[in-house]
């Protein structure tokens, strides 16, 4: 059987920046095995597999190269641009519903996941940690200011041994028009620095909007490919917004 799979730039409006995700639009799932595995194959930090309902929504899975995640912010958004822009779909997450704004942003709209304080991991091995808390999945580590952030070299196995998917390591924006800064570490996930992390804006959000007062904000996550997601808290939910390019078709066999 041939596979065939677009590979999109998300939260981007160039070519080789953002997050890249993989994504199969089929008829019916693959077995779970199989999905894996081509997760592993494409090697990216999420392949994103939907199917079609009658009523015209998906049900949409995401996968690591190593484990099935309940929510990804990037290849939701990057299926919500191979179909055109907009889309409604079913995952483990509940509904999440994607369209496109008149600039061409497309807008996500997701759970919010505010964080709780907690003691940091003893395990961390991060220094100079202002405030520390918890979403539902992530672990969220504040920090003096960008230039910590944006110089951060963690001790990947240290982070590994922390019970979270991902470790939001986060200061306050040190550029005009951004406001705040974050990097993502995931090496439990198999994805040791996430280049681009809508779901961890699902967190940071709620986060910054407390401290600055203010309920519509604009992130940079300041990785090696870097990228910007625009948000928007309102109530329980996060508006968050990016764009998107297409940068390859693969086929592949199985």
């Given at each position: 059987?041939?596979?065939?799979?677009?590979?999109?730039?998300?939260?981007?409006?160039?070519?080789?920046?953002?997050?890249?995700?993989?994504?199969?639009?089929?008829?019916?799932?693959?077995?779970?095995?199989?999905?894996?595995?081509?997760?592993?194959?494409?090697?990216?930090?999420?392949?994103?597999?939907?199917?079609?309902?009658?009523?015209?929504?998906?049900?949409?899975?995401?996968?690591?190269?190593?484990?099935?995640?309940?929510?990804?912010?990037?290849?939701?958004?990057?299926?919500?641009?191979?179909?055109?822009?907009?889309?409604?779909?079913?995952?483990?997450?509940?509904?999440?519903?994607?369209?496109?704004?008149?600039?061409?942003?497309?807008?996500?709209?997701?759970?919010?996941?505010p964080p709780e304080a907690v003691n940091p991991p003893e395990t961390?091995?991060?220094?100079?940690?202002?405030?520390?808390?918890?979403?539902?999945?992530?672990?969220?580590?504040?920090?003096?200011?960008?230039?910590?952030?944006?110089?951060?070299?963690?001790?990947?196995?240290?982070?590994?041994?922390?019970?979270?998917?991902?470790?939001?390591?986060?200061?306050?924006?040190?550029?005009?028009?951004?406001?705040?800064?974050?990097?993502?570490?995931?090496?439990?996930?198999?994805?040791?620095?996430?280049?681009?992390?809508?779901?961890?804006?699902?967190?940071?959000?709620?986060?910054?909007?407390?401290?600055?007062?203010?309920s519509e904000l604009v992130g940079e996550q300041a990785s090696a490919?870097?990228?910007?997601?625009?948000?928007?808290?309102?109530?329980?939910?996060?508006?968050?917004?990016?764009?998107?390019?297409?940068?390859?078709?693969?086929?592949?066999?199985?």
């Open positions: 059987m041939a596979l065939d799979i677009t590979v999109v730039d998300s939260f981007t409006d160039r070519p080789f920046a953002g997050n890249p995700a993989a994504v199969a639009v089929v008829e019916s799932f693959p077995d779970d095995t199989t999905m894996q595995l081509i997760a592993r194959e494409m090697n990216l930090s999420e392949t994103a597999f939907a199917v079609g309902r009658a009523d015209g929504s998906y049900d949409l899975r995401w996968f690591t190269p190593t484990v099935e995640v309940d929510l990804c912010g990037h290849a939701t958004l990057a299926t919500a641009h191979v179909l055109g822009g907009s889309g409604r779909f079913m995952t483990r997450s509940g509904l999440l519903t994607c369209t496109t704004g008149e600039d061409g942003w497309i807008q996500m709209d997701f759970p919010a996941d961390l091995g991060i220094d100079g940690i202002r405030w520390c808390g918890r979403g539902r999945t992530d672990l969220l580590v504040e920090l003096a200011d960008a230039a910590t952030v944006r110089s951060l070299r963690p001790d990947m196995s240290a982070i590994a041994t922390v019970d979270v998917r991902c470790v939001v390591v986060t200061a306050a924006g040190d550029s005009a028009g951004i406001d705040c800064v974050s990097r993502v570490f995931g090496p439990a996930s198999g994805i040791p620095e996430d280049p681009v992390t809508g779901s961890a804006h699902c967190t940071l959000a709620p986060f910054w909007a407390e401290r600055l007062g203010r490919r870097g990228g910007t997601v625009r948000m928007r808290l309102a109530g329980d939910r996060v508006i968050l917004g990016g764009r998107a390019v297409t940068v390859s078709n693969v086929r592949i066999l199985v």
